[in-house]
């Protein structure tokens, strides 16, 4: 069986950089969650509490961000660059509400943990919905990325993240602040239900490529089991904040939003702009996909050992 490097090259460094960004998205979730809930627990002394609680893997994470959109600039250049100026507004939002995140003050976190996932949410809201293009370069507005769909998707990443910041709560806290935390959990999960099940009916109407990739067969069958387990696990999320099982609420709330990323994925799979260029469309020159596939992997270690430096040795 012959290796085609112009057919697998493409999908392999595509599927790294995915993975690369999942990483930061799960190491970041936590204290972006945090901040989010924050504003919803008026005690200063809690709001203490909450910070000092805050997970050590969000230490130096972004170096998990920084690895991914090098990666995707040097395999995908001419896509990133149409990508980037689609999304320029966000991106920019996004990074400024990152580097405000990491004053000390409890607002600048709060504020910059708010929306910095409301700009990831509608990143992500905006290459599902699609971009307009002309003659493979972007032709819209600076602000097309603004729309009822984009806003409630930002919206859908507040919650979840929000959800997955209040169950590692859970897991730390004690008394009336874990009480707190856990009617928190509840009412965030049962927002980011409805919400969701408004994005997932709306979706369809916005692009029918979303239609046909979910709904029409044999998709239907072959992508089943995506939903079904995300519906297997926020019921297992609502048993478990409902009994003494809530310590693992945190584990289950991680999974959803591991599934969440998975199923935004594959609804545009295999378009990196979608829906007009696919992976092997935008990919840079062999040469320079061999070139940047090997620094991936040579320097994967060394993302690996400064985040575990960061957050366990130092």
Known sequence: M?????????????????????VYAV???VNLGIGIVMPLISSPSYREIMMSHRARCDRGNE???AFGCGALLLAFPQAAMTLLAALYWPVLIGLLMLLLRKRAESGCFILGSIVATLMQGMIIGSMIQGLALENDQYAGGAFA??????????LLMVLLYGLVGTTWLIRKTEGELKTRCVQLAQG??????????VIAFSAPWVNKAIALRWFALPNLIYLAPIPIY??????????FLKNKKQQLAFYWALGLLILFLLACVITVWPYLIPYTSTIWQAAAPLSTQSFGLMLVIGGLPLV?????YRNILH
């Open 63 to 65: 170096m998990w961000l």
């Open 2 to 22: 012959n290796f085609d490097m112009g057919m697998q090259l493409p999908w392999i460094g595509m599927s790294l950089i995915l993975c690369i960004l999942l």
């Open 304 to 308: 690996i050992g400064h985040t575990v």
């Open 27 to 29: 190491l970041s979730s």
């Open 230 to 239: 995300m519906l297997i696990f926020t019921g297992i999320l609502i048993v």
């Open 145 to 154: 990325w603004v729309t009822v769909f984009t806003v409630f998707f930002g």
């Open 188 to 197: 965030l999960l049962y927002a980011w239900i409805a919400l969701l099940t």
